[in-house]
């Protein structure tokens, strides 16, 4: 596994989940890894892998800058931050009755912080004039969801961004590329909340939850990260503009909403 050897890479939001998973994959395969996060639990991640932590904030410009002046150049950059918008007090999200507040929100850590993220990317790898830009969008980012209204249109936005950008560097001129996976329901600590205390709760609320799923159970991080090293190596020299779900066939047969 060394896919990756004598590669830089950035990942944000890499304190715990799919970022989390990432990063250890891409350390695995021989990169030298930055773990980004505004928990500082990340260090303790960078820790373990030998990489370095840097506190990031991706809604902040100046922060951006002050990070990507201590990195350097770069060879891979993965935008994995992002928020559903139900992390705190309880707050519509339909289209009826969201709020502006949290509509701008949810699309300034999803949708802005990808923005900085791949425009930081670009100009850290024309020193190279080669790298991969991954953008971790979402199944909602394809189909609409009714009551997670702002977190589908961020990451159905951060799809289209991911192709505008893989343009944008194939005019340059530049071996940039830009890529976007689109995972479903991944095991994360964000789902913990809503599977109940109890093995047999947990057992109902999973059964519930992949119900429209072909394959019938969650993905894991390892799985998504498994893509994210792929579309980091070499190995996807000519891919670039792609996107790549990661949602056990649900998208096969029926692209429904789900409640």
Known sequence: M?????KTALITGAARGIGEAIARRFAAEGAFV?????????????ASIGGRFA??????????????????????????????????????????????ADWRHVHAVNLDGTFLGCRAA??????????????????????????????ASSKGAIRNHTKSVALWCAQQGLAIRCNSIHPAAILTPMWEPMLGTTPEEREAATRAFVADTPLKRFGTADEVAAMAAYLASDESAYVTGSEFHIDGGILAGSAASPE
């Open 55 to 100: 506190l990031l904030d991706v809604t902040d410009e100046a922060a951006w800058d002050r990070v990507m002046a201590e990195v350097g150049t770069l060879d891979i950059m993965v935008n994995n931050a992002g928020i559903t918008g139900f992390e705190g007090d309880p707050a519509h999200h339909d289209p009826e009755n969201a709020s502006l």
């Open 122 to 151: 670009i100009r850290a790898m024309r020193a190279k004039r080669a790298g991969s830009i991954i953008n971790i969008s979402s199944r909602s980012g394809i189909v609409g969801i009714p009551a997670a209204a702002a977190y």
């Open 2 to 6: 060394t896919r990756l050897e004598g």
């Open 34 to 46: 930055w773990v980004t996060d505004i928990d500082p639990a990340g260090a303790d991640v960078a």
